[in-house]
Nanobody, 121 residues
Framework: VQLQASGGGLAQAGGSLRLSCAAS????????MGWFRQAPGKEREFVAV????????GYADSVKGRFSISRDNAKNTVYLQMNSLKPEDTAVYYCARCTFMSRDPSLYDYWGQGTQVTVSS
């Protein structure tokens, strides 16, 4: 299984970015997918999670109402729409796969390489 994250870049505060994570293999639709982020000097933290069907989602309090996770199982892709960006959203963003809904990064078995998001004030 390979996860390829993309879509990061530089945005101004209040702006938007859309991250994508493309997965290889035929079993993508069977797994929960999550987004995490890691800022310099900080631990990796949970951002959002989505169940296999796309019908159940969860968000960190810090992004609730601003970020939206979705998936397209036909395209083996999970997305993270980020709106109303803040400088504190600056981090490397990672997508990852899990067998059940969780906010604990240690329970995710496959990770993408990460994509940098930088938000300027």
């Amino acid at each position: 299984v390979q996860l390829q994250a993309s879509g990061g870049g530089l945005a101004q505060a209040g702006g938007s970015l859309r991250l994508s994570c493309a997965a290889s293999g035929r079993t993508f639709r069977n797994y929960v997918m999550g987004w995490f982020r890691q800022a310099p000097g900080k631990e990796r933290e949970f951002v959002a999670v989505i169940d296999w069907s796309g019908g159940v989602t969860g968000y960190a309090d810090s992004v609730k109402g601003r970020f939206s996770i979705s998936r397209d199982n036909a395209k083996n892709t999970v997305y993270l729409q980020m709106n109303s960006l803040k400088p504190e959203d600056t981090a490397v963003y990672y997508c990852a796969r899990c067998t059940f809904m969780s906010r604990d990064p240690s329970l995710y078995d496959y990770w993408g390489q990460g994509t940098q998001v930088t938000v300027s004030s």
